[in-house]
């Protein structure tokens, strides 16, 4: 099974996302040089590759405005809504109903404040990591504003 979330692809390259991985996206290219040194590699990108990538955002910033109650009204209604589905479910399915969604709330058979609890732990951690991205491209778009060109 594959972890790669691609975002854009062509016969010679393949940008993505890897699963579980919000600090990096993941630029293959094949048939081009490179120039690879101690802490540094460098891949010239083909000028009609870069014009695909660029057209696609390359984070979700879905979650880096939420306040903290946004965040427990979404969780809240989310965990709601999965033990209903998992109660709902026919007693062979439970299993495979209860393992959606578990990644940010456990299973849906854990007790309920359980789930609230690692939601909102989980949203809460996506809004950082969501809002430090986005501080790190604000602070290098400033300085590409005011630094000379060269």
């Not at 809004?127 to 491209?137: C, E, F, G, H, L």
Request: glycine fraction near 4%; charge should be negative.
């Amino acid at each position: 099974m594959s972890t790669k979330s691609t975002i854009a692809y062509g016969p010679t390259f393949h940008f993505y996302h890897e699963a579980l991985d919000d600090s990096y996206v993941y630029l293959e290219l094949e048939q081009v040089q490179f120039e690879a040194s101690y802490n540094r590699v460098m891949v010239p990108i083909p000028v009609h590759i870069w014009e695909v990538i660029r057209q696609y955002p390359g984070v979700d910033f879905s979650w880096a405005d939420k306040t903290d109650q946004d965040i427990l009204d979404y969780v809240t209604q989310s965990v709601d809504d999965r033990i209903r589905k998992y109660e709902e479910a026919e007693a062979d399915r439970r299993g495979f109903v209860s393992f959606f969604g578990c990644l940010a709330f456990g299973t849906a058979d854990e007790p309920r404040d359980e789930q609230i609890e690692k939601g909102v732990t989980f949203y809460r951690d996506l809004r950082t990591r969501q809002q430090q991205v986005k501080t790190a491209i604000e602070e290098l778009q400033h300085a590409q504003r005011i630094s000379p060109q060269a």
